[in-house]
């Protein structure tokens, strides 16, 4: 079985880590920021960027805090130093593979966004629910790890090692985060990998909720787990790795694409973001914003 996670004292947690986003700055520490509750522009340091006070801790029964799931959050985060190896078009391993698709995964449920919009599992209404969430996450256990165990087995572990947790101290928002995470995880590892380099005079952007959804031939989707749309995850200002429809081929394709769809990429990003839209340059921040229709108030 995958081994606990390391205990932590951190309590101001990252919604995405600072390693990820200090690929978009400009001098290695600060990165431009739009705040879409303000609507205000500002030139920040990542520590101060999408991070909040103890949001992925959990309380015990007795009151006792627990900040392991930052822990294991940091693990998955030291999947970005794979991610110039993929700008570059150098081979990489089939764990290397895992790594960037958990990275992906936990990028779309990590946030306050998907936290705000996502039922826990105290809203669960009946067993049912509870039985197809178990046997939605037994299945992604399997393939992701090589554990093979019923949904059952699963169940009982699970709750014999979250017993002494409150239902309401975090947990209730945790697990649902992980259990979308890890299945997303899965379900990008299987799909076609394209490697989008912008043309010069163009760059990305990304966002606290980096994955973009694109409608092939045109629109913006809304589900990460649709196949039909194309799923598009910002490296850095000059890479993005797009993500298609489901495939047995672990390949990874590398193309230059023209400068439009560079700027379409930025808009999928934008609208998707929980708050925090992040970019190299103001003047790029602000061309996506504009092409967004995100309101600004200076």
Not at 147 to 164: G, Q, S
Not at 245 to 251: D, I, L, N, V
């Amino acid at each position: 079985m995958i081994q606990p996670a390391p205990e932590t004292d951190a309590k101001l947690h990252h919604l995405v880590s600072q390693g990820y986003m200090r690929r978009f700055s400009p001098d290695g520490e600060r990165v431009h920021v739009f705040d879409r509750i303000t609507g205000k522009y500002r030139f920040s340091k990542t520590r101060n960027v999408a991070a909040q006070i103890d949001f992925y801790t959990m309380k015990t029964k007795d009151g006792a805090s627990e900040r392991w799931i930052e822990s294991r959050l940091a693990e998955i985060d030291a999947g970005v130093g794979i991610f110039d190896k993929l700008e570059r078009g150098e081979p990489f391993t089939r764990d290397e593979r895992w790594r960037v698709a958990f990275f992906a995964g936990f990028a779309d449920s990590r946030g306050s966004g998907f936290r705000s919009t996502t039922p826990p599992l105290s809203a669960r209404s009946n067993d049912e629910d509870d039985e197809e969430f178990f046997l939605r996450f037994a299945h992604a256990l399997s393939v992701t790890t090589g554990v093979i165990l019923e949904p059952w087995v699963l169940k009982t572990i699970v709750r014999e090692d979250v017993a002494h947790l409150a239902l309401s101290g975090g947990f209730d928002q945790n697990s649902v985060m992980i259990a979308h995470g890890w299945e997303l995880a899965m379900h990008l590892f299987w799909t076609h990998w394209l490697i989008g380099l912008a043309p010069e005079g163009s760059a990305f952007i990304t966002s606290d909720r980096p994955i973009g959804l694109l409608i092939p031939g045109g629109g913006f989707g809304d589900d990460a787990f649709d196949g039909n749309l194309i799923r598009a995850f910002p490296l850095s200002p000059r890479a993005a790795l797009f993500i298609g429809r489901p495939t047995q081929e672990t390949s990874l394709d590398r193309i230059t694409l023209k400068a439009e769809a560079v700027r379409t990429t930025n808009i999928a990003v934008a609208r998707r973001a929980d708050r925090n839209v992040l970019a190299e340059s103001e003047s790029l921040l602000r061309a996506a914003v504009a092409d967004a229709n995100l309101s600004a108030v200076n």
